[in-house]
């Protein structure tokens, strides 16, 4: 035991001497937050998803074949053949589930303690773009198992695109690789899912999680202005007064600790939950069957139930607006204040909004 | 004994044997008749004789047991049979008896009735859609021959006792001199102003009703007006140019009219290609039976307008068009379950009624399953009682194929006229949905109503019942596992798919079993059952490891709830540093 733990500190002399380790570490922990920040961890159980996603996703992809004639059966064959391939496949299925929802909870969370704000507009930014490619990773891998449910609620989502104006037919097509969803959409559906949304998901949190780490968590308790932030916001270089110490808490190894419980948690829940309700498959793709009732994922529910009630170009366009007043929030809102009673009308319009979006998504759903 | 003795009792021996059977050889001359007619065609005594048919001197008790073959060991023809005038003798029945045993049915005037040589007349048409004979043969519409005098007082239900219908193809129409088709309305063409619609829009009531109607119709979106039907000129601005005569207006076209004034444009091929509609309408109106009827002056029958409307006319595929497919049963029953309407013509009125509780009907009009048939499907659209459907089964195998192949092969079918049809056990409109019990029950549609269950016939029918209900239970049984295991999240795909074989197995079976073989039937019984109990097996099996898995999960949870304790006894831990360090 003793061999063992001075080899660990002989390898970690060893890259001490060339790397400086120690100090990159203590910069990347020894980072302190404010005691009055509630993350509710959401922003962390996301990032947990998404690795579980990219440890799962990995091993389906081993024995996942993306054609037409293969996919169905391949995925058969996860399930039925390859040892714990049920296992993680519906943890991948349940996991990319909880990862949109804890993705919502954790912008919801930023919303309303008003953490967009100055200075950290661009971290809202580049989160509200790791939402979109979230929601593209939901898309894209929906159709990847090539059943019935999955072949046609592609149809009907790709469909939507083609209600834009002018450039509509066009990426209509480009979506689909051709008119219709088949061989060719499978194939770059694939492509986009397991290769360039990975790529484009790992370099936007990385600069998501710097930016994180430059400007640290927000304090819900600040006032928002120039003379006023520095005083407030935490982070490795803010210049904290000894008076504020005691509303600090270590990152390392306090909040981390608090993480990895809210990790445990969630992953003996994703355990029951692939245990007591594994993913199924739907019958084999059929384009010329087309089933009597086809509903996208419940994250795109409500746009369905938007787009069915509204003229097509309405029911396209207003969700692209609404996604872009999301992401330019922070420039859209000038409201120098954080506490909730001081924004009523941001906080009336977030609570009508969430209001809306699950009223839509009922609705979609029993329709 | 001398010698001289026994000559004298032998010879005493003879004469009383002589004197002992001469009587009873005397009387056997006295019974045994000579045959007091030609023997022509007539080997089969007892056909007659049996039954003392016309007149025939009926078989004695005595020669109970004896065949046809026999007759002539005794009874020989007589000499003066051939001279025999043949009026003077009963003629023997020149027809199985079979659903003829009231003679008097047909026979109503005294005397036999001359029979035309070679037999009555076949029927040389389809029956579907025509049960009822006199409708064309009482007044001879059409081309059908009308009912001969002598047989006056007969009904439509005894014809085929003597007319069968024609067992061989067909025999070639002779080809009508081809008529023109009926051209359009000339008229003056208005090129984009219709001054029908502009005047009668402002008439209001029914005149401007019947410009909406038209806006609505495909007529309008094809740019055919009211002057294409009506005639007249729809440029000219006043009353009297627009519906002058010289401008050919028609007004009101006559109902006998109707038809050719709709083919004048729909029988035009080079006109409706371009709308990829057909073209013989027309002319399967014309043979149909209401074609027939309008065109010897009855106006009852239906004609274009009736069912596709006057002005409002929708292509047939619009589910608003009365021609829609689940629309038709309602169109027709507009007439055909009148009964004041169809009173003159003997028809029953029930068929919409009987349709709509069917297992077609519910399929159609509740479910909007458009494979179910309407009346259409088996009466033809246009053309009532479409020629090529000799008998009922062929109308429902055209849906039914595997069944009529099956039935076909069977001794029901072997039978031919007499045998029993699809309407037999199923009905005509009021189809039901079969069950097994049709193989058990005595009433009405069930074997047992004509097989008593001891009968061969009868074990077959519960060798058939008993076959299917053990497939189709150990299906259910297998099916409920399947649901256990995907009720509890498990993947049964597979499963699902070979049940799906099983239960394909049990229809074919259903379908086999029209052939009366119970070896057809049992083969594919028993692979049904194999499957079943394959699927259930497995089913079963997902069932174990569904309770494996949630058991392992029990486990899993367990240690992470562990380290979860650990954990927060470490941050305890640290927070008391912390304390401590403060």
Redo the contacts between chains.
């Keep these: 035991m003793g061999a063992r733990k001075s080899m660990v500190l002989r390898v970690w002399d060893w890259l001490e001497g060339r790397y400086q380790v120690r100090s990159m570490m203590e910069g990347l922990l020894h980072v302190e937050i404010p005691r009055t920040a509630r993350t509710y961890y959401f922003g962390g159980l996301t990032l947990f998803f998404f690795m579980v996603q990219a440890i799962t996703g990995i091993l389906l992809a081993i024995y996942y074949q993306p054609t037409p004639e293969a996919a169905y059966g391949s995925i058969?064959f996860i399930?039925?053949q390859v040892n714990f391939g049920?296992l993680i496949r519906s943890i991948h299925a349940w996991s990319a589930n909880l990862m949109i929802i804890y993705c919502v909870f954790h912008l919801l969370r930023v919303f309303f303690q008003a953490a967009y704000k100055p200075p950290r507009e661009l971290t809202w930014v580049v989160g509200v773009l790791l939402l979109l490619l979230t929601l593209g990773f939901g898309f894209t891998g929906y159709l990847l198992p090539w059943d019935q449910r999955a072949y046609w609620a592609t149809t009907v989502g790709s469909e939507a695109a083609g209600a834009l104006p002018l450039v509509g037919e066009k990426l209509l097509v480009f979506l689909r690789g051709g008119t219709t969803v088949t061989a060719r959409t499978l194939s770059r559906f694939f492509g986009t899912h397991v290769l360039v949304l990975p790529l484009a998901f790992a370099g936007v949190l990385l600069v998501h999680l710097v930016l994180l780490h430059v400007q640290g968590l927000a304090d819900p308790t600040r006032k928002v202005g120039a003379e006023t932030a520095p005083e407030t916001d935490i982070g490795p270089t803010a210049k904290a007064g000894p008076q504020k110490r005691?509303g600090l808490l270590p990152f390392f190894?306090?909040y981390v600790?608090?993480e990895?419980?809210a990790w445990?948690?969630m992953?003996?829940v994703l355990?029951?939950l692939v245990?007591?309700?594994?993913v199924?498959?739907a019958?084999p793709a059929d384009p010329l069957v087309t089933p009597e009732h086809i509903k996208p994922e419940w994250y795109f529910l409500f746009v369905y139930q938007f787009f069915k009630v509204v003229p097509r170009v309405v029911g396209v366009l207003v969700p692209i607006i609404g996604g872009f007043l999301l992401l330019l929030l922070p420039f859209l809102d000038r409201n120098p204040h954080a506490e909730p009673r001081r924004r009523p009308f941001a906080i009336i319009a977030g609570v009508v909004t969430v209001i809306v979006i699950v009223a839509f998504s009922i609705w979609g759903l029993l329709s | 004994m001398s010698q001289r003795t026994v000559c004298r009792l032998s010879l005493l021996l003879a004469v009383l044997v002589v004197v002992l059977l001469s009587p009873s050889f005397s009387a056997a001359q006295e019974t045994s008749p000579a045959i007091p007619h030609p023997l022509e065609g007539r080997d089969l005594c007892l056909d007659c004789h049996e039954t003392g048919v016309g007149g025939a001197p009926t078989r004695p008790e005595d020669h109970v047991g004896r065949t046809n073959d026999i007759c002539r060991a005794c009874h020989q023809p007589a000499p003066e049979a051939g001279a025999i005038p043949a009026a003077s003798v009963p003629l023997p029945v020149p027809h199985p008896l079979e659903r003829r045993e009231n003679c008097l049915s047909c026979h109503v005037a005294p005397g036999p009735t001359a029979i035309p040589v070679g037999g009555p007349p076949v029927i040389p048409h389809p029956l579907i859609g025509r049960e009822n004979c006199l409708a064309c043969h009482q007044d001879g519409i059409g081309e059908a021959p009308r009912v001969p005098d002598d047989h006056a007082g007969r009904t439509s239900d005894i014809c085929q006792a003597c007319h069968q219908p024609s067992q061989l193809p067909a025999a070639p129409t002779p080809v009508p001199p081809t008529e023109p088709l009926p051209t359009p309305i000339v008229h003056p063409k208005a090129q984009g102003v219709n001054t029908c619609v502009d005047c009668h829009a402002t008439l209001g009531g029914k005149h401007a009703n019947i410009t909406v109607e038209w806006q609505r119709s495909i007529h309008a979106e094809r740019d055919v007006s009211c002057a294409d039907c009506h005639g007249g000129d729809p440029s000219a601005t006043t009353v009297d140019a627009a519906m002058s005569p010289a401008a050919g207006y028609i007004g009101l076209p006559a109902k006998v009219d109707i038809p050719a004034l709709c083919a004048s444009c729909h029988a035009d091929v080079s006109l409706m290609r371009q709308y990829d509609l057909p073209t013989d309408q027309y002319a399967k109106y014309k043979e149909s039976i209401h074609g027939i009827r309008l065109a010897a002056g009855d106006n009852n029958v239906t004609t274009c307008f009736d069912c596709h409307g006057g002005h409002q006319i929708l292509k047939a595929n619009d589910p608003a068009s009365t021609v829609y497919r689940s629309n038709s049963p309602q169109l027709c029953a507009s007439c055909h379950s009148d009964k004041a309407l169809m009173a003159p013509y003997g028809i029953a009125t029930d068929q919409f009624d009987l349709y709509r509780k069917s297992v077609h009907g519910r399929a159609l009009l509740d479910n909007q399953d458009f494979r179910a048939p309407n009346c259409a499907t088996c009466h033809g659209t246009h053309g009532a009682a479409p020629p090529g459907f000799q008998e009922v089964a062929n109308v429902c195998g055209s849906c039914h194929t595997a069944t009529q192949d099956y039935y076909l092969k069977g001794p029901h079918a072997s039978a031919g006229l007499a045998g029993p049809k699809c309407i037999t056990c199923h009905g005509r409109y009021d189809v039901s949905e079969p069950d097994e019990s049709l193989y058990l029950e005595t009433e009405a549609r069930h074997c047992g109503s004509c097989h008593t269950p001891d009968s061969q016939p009868g074990q077959v029918a519960q060798a058939l019942y008993d076959d299917i209900t053990s497939a189709a239970a150990a299906y259910d049984k297998a099916e409920a596992a399947v649901q256990r295991a995907k009720g509890l999240g498990m993947l049964v795909s597979s499963q699902e798919s070979r049940l799906r074989e099983a239960n394909t197995e049990i229809i074919t079976a259903r379908a086999a079993q029209h052939t009366l073989d119970t070896a057809i039937v049992r083969k594919k019984i028993d692979d049904a059952t194999a499957i079943a109990g394959e699927v259930e097996t497995s089913a079963d099996a997902a069932v174990v490891e569904s309770a494996f898995r949630r058991r392992m999960m029990i486990v899993a949870v367990m240690a992470i709830a562990v380290t979860i304790v650990a954990l927060l006894l470490l941050r305890r831990q640290l927070d008391r540093q912390a304390a401590a360090k403060s």
């Design positions: 058969l399930m039925n049920w005691g190894p306090n600790l608090d990895f419980i445990y948690v992953l003996a355990i029951i245990s007591l309700r594994p199924g498959l019958e």
